[in-house]
Nanobody, 116 residues
Framework: QVQLVESGGGLVQPGGSLRLSCAAS????????MSWYRRALGKERELVAF????????KYADAVKGRFTISRDNAKNTVYLQMNSLKPEDTAVYYC?????????WGQGTQVTVSS
């Protein structure tokens, strides 16, 4: 079965950086687009970034454009989210996501807290 395991979250000061990783198994990773979502306390889950199966196209939420970069390494079955210039409003649980056979798969999430 498909498994997604996120890592790399933590506490960071405003203006700092973090890199999240999501290791995938149970699927032919190079065939699937991958996404990062986040859910802040009391808010709806929102799409942060998306990358196509071969990495040639990326999309970002307006709130993170120019600060976050999604990338992938198909040899390692891993997708990354490089987050720079972090703001307190980026505080959330970040989830890795993919769709296979019309079913959404999610990781367990990793907490990112931006605070001084």
């Amino acid at each position: 079965q498909v498994q997604l395991v996120e890592s790399g979250g933590g506490l960071v000061q405003p203006g700092g950086s973090l890199r999240l990783s999501c290791a995938a198994s149970g699927l032919t990773f190079s065939m699937y687009g991958m996404s990062w979502y986040r859910r802040a306390l009391g808010k709806e889950r929102e799409l942060v970034a998306f990358i196509t199966s071969n990495g040639d196209i990326t999309k970002y939420a307006d709130a993170v454009k120019g600060r976050f970069t999604i990338s992938r390494d198909n040899a390692k079955n891993t997708v990354y989210l490089q987050m720079n210039s972090l703001k307190p409003e980026d505080t959330a649980v970040y989830y890795c996501n993919t769709q296979k056979n019309s079913y959404n798969y999610w990781g367990q999430g990793t907490q990112v807290t931006v605070s001084s």
